[in-house]
């Protein structure tokens, strides 16, 4: 499956951005997809996860109740809602897809996106 993500940008703090990942290629609807970010200078680090099906989804700490993952089969495309942004998620966001293993993990998963750049302004 290849991954495509876009959607990162320049925003204010506080405001929201809506990340896509469109995928191509084998079956996507049986893949999980998750997102992950890449902070200058800091390691790749979890964001959030759902399963193949839609459900359940899982969450990193720092994002829980602001962000919501979500996906469309029939469109082949997940998303990242992020609201309620603040300076400490400027990153680089992926996208991933895996068949199994630990969501956690970004060793775990097997296909990546290029990444998209969110960037938050003071």
């Known amino acids: 499956v290849q991954l495509q993500a876009s959607g990162g940008g320049l925003v204010q703090a506080g405001g929201s951005l809506r990340l896509s990942c469109a995928a191509s290629?084998?079956?996507?609807?049986?893949?999980?997809v998750g997102w992950f970010r890449q902070a200058p200078g800091k390691e790749r680090e979890f964001v959030a996860h759902?399963?193949?099906?839609?459900?359940?989804?899982h969450y990193a700490d720092s994002v829980k109740g602001r962000f919501t993952i979500s996906r469309d089969n029939a469109k082949n495309t997940g998303y990242l809602q992020m609201n309620s942004l603040k300076s400490e998620d400027t990153a680089v966001y992926y996208c991933?897809?895996?068949?199994?293993?630990?969501?956690?993990?970004?060793?775990?998963?097997?296909?990546w996106g290029q990444g998209t750049l969110v960037t938050l302004s003071s």
């Open positions: 991933a897809a895996q068949l199994t293993g630990d969501y956690r993990l970004p060793r775990d998963w097997g296909y």
């Open positions: 290629g084998r079956s996507f609807r049986n893949y999980s």
């Open positions: 759902i399963s193949w099906g839609g459900g359940p989804t």
